[in-house]
C-alpha cells in the first residue's frame, strides 16, 4: 500500500486550512494552516467536526497530522480578542464537541506530533487514541502566559496522561517537555525520528484495521468507562463487553483460524 496514493475524501463544508483524504480503510485528516502554525480558529473547529461526524462507515482507523514545520500552535489569538464571558463559553463547547468526536469515534484516531504541540494543540493531541511524537516534538500549555485559561478540554485529558500535578506545574509556570521525555511521561505512546511519524502511523494504522472493528470499538468505548468505574462495575462491564465481542461472526472466524493453524502467532522480537 503506498501512502502517498491518497484519494481526497470530498467534504463541502471543509475550509482550506484542512485536507480530508484516505488510503483504503484508513483516513488521513491534515491540518494545512502552516502559515499560521496549524493554529485553529473557528472554521478549523468546525470542519474537525464535520470531518469526524461524516467518515464514510467502512473507514477502520484515522490519522491526524499537521503541515509545516508545527503540529499545532492551539488556538488561533485571535478568535478570542472580541468576546464576552457567554460568547468564550459557547467557542469552548464548540471545541469540547468537536474533540469529543474524535475521542467518542467508532474507529482509533492516531495523531502524529511534531514541533510545536501546545494549547490547543496539544488538546487536540489528548483527544486522540494513541500519539506518535516525532523527536522535535514539545509540550506546553501557555494559556497563562497568554492571560486565558484552557478551554479544549486539557484540563480533563492532560491529567489523564502525565498525572494533575505535572499538569498543573505546565500551566502555573509555563514548563515545556520535549517528545524523548514525552514518550517517557505519557504524552505520546511512540516516538519517532523527524519526518518517519506520519508512515509510522499508517504502519499502526494499518495493524488496527486488521483487527476486527467490534474488537476496536470495544477497546474505544469500554476501556474509558471501566477506568472511571468502581471495580465491580468493571469487572461486569468487560463481561458484557467481552460476551458482546466474542459472539461476533468476525471473532469467531478468528478463532477457528487460530485453532486450525491458519492464523499468525504472537511473535516478539527484542
Ligand atoms: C499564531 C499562533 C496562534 C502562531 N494564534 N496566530 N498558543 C500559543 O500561545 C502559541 C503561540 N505561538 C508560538 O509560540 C509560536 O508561533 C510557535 C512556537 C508555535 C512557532 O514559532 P515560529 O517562530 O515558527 O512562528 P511565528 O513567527 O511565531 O508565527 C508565524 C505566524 O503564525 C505569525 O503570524 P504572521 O502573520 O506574523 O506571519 C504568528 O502570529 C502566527 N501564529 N501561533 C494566532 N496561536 C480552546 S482554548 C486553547 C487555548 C490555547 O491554545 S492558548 C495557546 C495559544
Redesign the pocket.
Known amino acids: 500500500m503506498d501512502d502517498n496514493a491518497a484519494t481526497a475524501i470530498d467534504l463541502p463544508g471543509l475550509p482550506d486550512s484542512l485536507q480530508a483524504s484516505r488510503v483504503d480503510n484508513i483516513a488521513i485528516l491534515r491540518l494545512t494552516r502552516p502559515?499560521?502554525?496549524n493554529?485553529i480558529d473557528n472554521a478549523m473547529i468546525a470542519g474537525i467536526d464535520l470531518f469526524f461526524s461524516t467518515l464514510p462507515h467502512d473507514i477502520r482507523a484515522v490519522v491526524i497530522h499537521g503541515e509545516g514545520?508545527?503540529f499545532c500552535?492551539?488556538?488561533?489569538?485571535?478568535s478570542l480578542t472580541e468576546t464576552d464571558a457567554y460568547e468564550a463559553v459557547l467557542?469552548?463547547r464548540a471545541?469540547h464537541r468537536a474533540f469529543a468526536k474524535i475521542e467518542k469515534a467508532e474507529m482509533p484516531v492516531i495523531a502524529v506530533l511534531h514541533g510545536?504541540t501546545?494549547?490547543?494543540?496539544l488538546?487536540l493531541a489528548a483527544a486522540a487514541h494513541i500519539r506518535v511524537a516525532e523527536r522535535s516534538t514539545f509540550y506546553a500549555l501557555?494559556?497563562g502566559?497568554?492571560g486565558?485559561f484552557?478551554?479544549?478540554g486539557a484540563s480533563v485529558r492532560v491529567p489523564k496522561l502525565v498525572t494533575l500535578a505535572r499538569t498543573m506545574d505546565m500551566m502555573l509556570t509555563g514548563r515545556t517537555y520535549g517528545a524523548q521525555e514525552g514518550v517517557t511521561l505519557g504524552f505520546s505512546q511512540y516516538l519517532a525520528e523527524n519526518g518517519a511519524g506520519f508512515a509510522h502511523a499508517m504502519e499502526l494504522a494499518r495493524k488496527i484495521a486488521s483487527h476486527a472493528p467490534l474488537s476496536n470499538f470495544s477497546v474505544l468505548h469500554a476501556m474509558p468507562r471501566i477506568a472511571e468505574s468502581q471495580d465491580e462495575a468493571g469487572f461486569f462491564i468487560e463481561s458484557l463487553m467481552s460476551a458482546v465481542a466474542s459472539s461476533d461472526k468476525d471473532a469467531k472466524g478468528r478463532l477457528r483460524a487460530f485453532l486450525e493453524k491458519r492464523a499468525p502467532k504472537v511473535t516478539h522480537s527484542g
Open positions: 502559515g499560521k502554525r493554529a514545520d508545527h500552535a492551539g488556538l488561533d489569538l485571535s467557542h469552548s471545541w510545536a501546545v494549547g490547543g494543540g488538546e501557555p494559556e502566559q497568554r486565558i484552557v478551554g479544549g
